[in-house]
């Protein structure tokens, strides 16, 4: 079974850029689609959006101006970065296979915004 | 953007007991309607995919039934390890839009 894990700063100032990679092993990152899904402290799952390995991707609108997902085939890694981040971007963010219904997941990793 | 109204948001239950849980769509959406468990601490189970179809490994007391906007996963025997946030997932059209989840409690 392929295996995802998140990583990355766990805590991002106001208006900087929140970088993840999602490490792919057991498996090759060619042939699937990657989401990106987050979830603010109680509250519900939020898609971010996706990344086929092609390239092709499509976002929330809610993030779209903000948000770049990208693959890295060489290193077998998926990336998010969200620009201009406030305190509602704080959240666990997930990444995971699939576009229609994501069935692997990684585990999460917190991301706290805060000065 | 597709609305997921789920019902009831908690729910109190006795083991063995038959759990329904429902996540009505502000549109239609098909049958590309999914289910997942979520425990605390802990990433995201896919239960159901689109309506009804199960999924390996997931144990078979779990079902899901729907189409068009009315949308039903059903636990029937439940155990004490089913405890968790069951949320719905569209993917109808995008973004995709999550329910915002049901708590079972036991």
């Known amino acids: 079974q392929v295996r995802l894990q998140e990583s990355g700063p766990g805590l991002v100032k106001p208006s900087e850029t929140l970088s993840l990679t999602c490490t792919v092993s057991?498996?090759?990152?060619?042939?699937?689609?990657w989401s990106w899904i987050r979830q603010p402290p109680g509250k519900r799952l939020e898609w971010i959006g996706y990344?086929?390995?092609?390239?092709?991707?499509n976002y929330n609108p809610s993030v779209k101006s903000r948000v770049i997902i990208s693959l890295d085939t060489s290193s077998n890694q998926s990336s998010l970065k969200l620009n201009s981040v406030t305190d509602a971007d704080t959240a666990v963010y997930y990444c995971?296979?699939?576009?229609?219904?994501?069935?692997?997941w990684g585990q999460g990793t917190l991301v706290t915004v805060s000065s | 953007e597709i609305v997921l109204t789920q019902s009831p948001d908690f729910q109190s239950v006795t083991p063995k007991e038959k759990v329904t849980i429902t996540c009505r769509a502000s549109?239609?959406?098909?049958?590309?309607l999914h289910w997942y468990q979520q425990k605390p601490g802990q990433s995201p189970k896919l239960l159901i995919k689109?309506?009804?179809q199960s999924i390996s490994g997931v144990p078979s007391r779990f079902s899901g039934s729907g189409s068009g906007t009315d949308f039903t996963l059903t636990i029937n025997s439940l155990e004490a390890e089913d405890a968790a946030t069951y949320y719905c997932?569209?993917?109808?059209?995008?973004?995709?839009?999550f329910g915002q989840g049901t708590k079972v409690e036991i």
């Open positions: 689109f309506a009804s």
């Open positions: 057991g498996g090759s990152i060619s042939n699937y689609y």
């Open positions: 990344i086929y390995y092609s390239g092709t991707t």
């Open positions: 997932l569209q993917s109808s059209s995008l973004p995709r839009t």
């Open positions: 549109q239609n959406i098909g049958s590309n």
């Open positions: 995971a296979t699939g576009a229609a219904a994501p069935d692997n």
